[in-house]
Nanobody, 122 residues
Framework: QVQLVESGGGLVQAGGSLRLSCAAS??????TGWFRQAPGKEREFVAA????????DYADSVKGRFTISRDNAKNTVYLQMNSLKPEDTAVYYC???WGQGLGIIPAVYDYWGQGTQVTVSS
């Protein structure tokens, strides 16, 4: 069993930065991802990291601005978000899966955090 707890969301001006954290408890060998959901929209893929950390993938809308990383010693996954835009406003969720590879759709993930709100003002 894996439990995920996100933190780090908040209100930031356009152009600013935030770092989201996702602290995991339980077993540690899993691939991870970040998704987001804006009001009235489907949950969408943001970033993914393979279990070994050798591969990452990003949505086109965040490439070059967001970075997914993991601190194994702290069992924590991060999403560094730079050059934020108003369209990045959403609830952000971290997710974990037992598969080794990258997962870009919600259905392949086994565990989810509760979400953290990110609001970017113009």
């Amino acid at each position: 069993q894996v439990q995920l707890v996100e933190s780090g969301g908040g209100l930031v001006q356009a152009g600013g930065s935030l770092r989201l954290s996702c602290a995991a408890s339980g077993r540690t060998l899993y691939a991870t991802g970040w998704f987001r959901q804006a009001p009235g929209k489907e949950r969408e893929f943001v970033a993914a990291r393979s279990r070994a950390g050798t591969s990452t993938d990003y949505a086109d809308s965040v490439k070059g601005r967001f970075t997914i990383s993991r601190d194994n010693a702290k069992n924590t996954v991060y999403l560094q978000m730079n050059s934020l835009k108003p369209e990045d406003t959403a609830v952000y969720y971290c997710a974990a899966r037992w598969g080794q590879g990258l997962g870009i759709i919600p259905a392949v993930y086994d565990y989810w955090g509760q979400g953290t709100q990110v609001t970017v003002s113009s």
